[in-house]
């Protein structure tokens, strides 16, 4: 089966640099979620898309925007990268019938492990 | 938001032990999701289970909706279920699909 697919899978940036984190929904998924997971913590909520519109918005810093686009791929787009930036980045996609309300399974990708030097 | 607490933080076994780990929530839910991170990162979805139990090989999960837990059983554990196990959960009362993590349980078994 399809699963949810991030690239790239390791990135490397200096500080204040910028970086385009990418990730592509299983098949017929219209909602898009972040999560940011820092060294030996749990995964926190950044944002949400739900048909091509932001849903819902967590912890997200200023330098941080993301989008959804038509064909429900997203984009995270960080920068000003800090050293605490340095994270495993996931994305994840759901089926919502009837919108993100809908209790339905989150599907998780590979993450994407960013570090910055 | 949601509180999501999972215990033990640590559990070691030896490989053919049988383990319980523990979710408890602060609220009602409307999704509960067991994962298993493994040691390369991934987080692969275990159970979608907001109430009742489930089965899945070695790996069983109930949810008690009415008392807030959720436990997850391992049975005949292999050296290969080593790795953080979350517990994750949206709120019944929330409008918005974020999912709130507990801290995880770190497993270790040993051959």
């Known amino acids: 089966a399809a699963g949810v697919i991030q690239s790239p899978r390791h990135l490397i940036k200096e500080k204040r640099e910028t970086a385009t984190l990418k990730c592509y929904p299983i098949p017929r998924h219209d909602t898009v979620y972040w999560y940011q997971q820092g060294p030996g913590q749990d995964p926190q909520f950044l944002i949400s898309?739900?048909?091509?519109?932001?849903?819902d918005k967590g912890s997200i810093p200023d330098r941080f925007s993301a989008q959804q686009f038509s064909d429900y791929h997203s984009e995270l787009n960080m920068s000003s990268l800090e050293l605490g930036d340095s994270a495993l980045y996931f994305c994840?996609?759901?089926?919502?019938?009837?919108?993100?309300?809908?209790?339905?399974?989150?599907?998780f990708g590979p993450g994407t492990r960013l570090t910055v030097l | 938001g949601i509180q999501v607490e999972q215990s033990p933080p640590d559990l070691i076994l030896q490989e053919g032990a049988n383990s319980t780990l523990r979710c408890n929530f602060s609220d009602s839910v409307n999704n509960l999701q067991w994962f298993h991170q493994n040691p390369w990162g991934q987080l692969i979805n275990l159970f979608y289970i907001p109430s009742g139990t489930k089965q899945n090989g070695r790996l069983s999960a109930t949810t008690v909706a009415t008392e807030r837990y959720s436990l997850l059983y391992i049975s005949s554990s292999q050296t290969t279920d080593s790795g953080v196990y979350f517990c994750?959960?949206?709120?019944?009362?929330?409008?918005?699909?974020?999912?709130?993590f507990g801290r995880g349980t770190q497993l270790t078994v040993w051959p």
């Open positions: 994840a996609s759901s089926q919502g019938a009837s919108g993100p309300l809908t209790a339905d399974t989150q599907y």
């Open positions: 898309f739900y048909e091509k519109m932001q849903s």
């Open positions: 994750a959960v949206r709120g019944r009362g929330s409008t918005l699909g974020r999912l709130y």
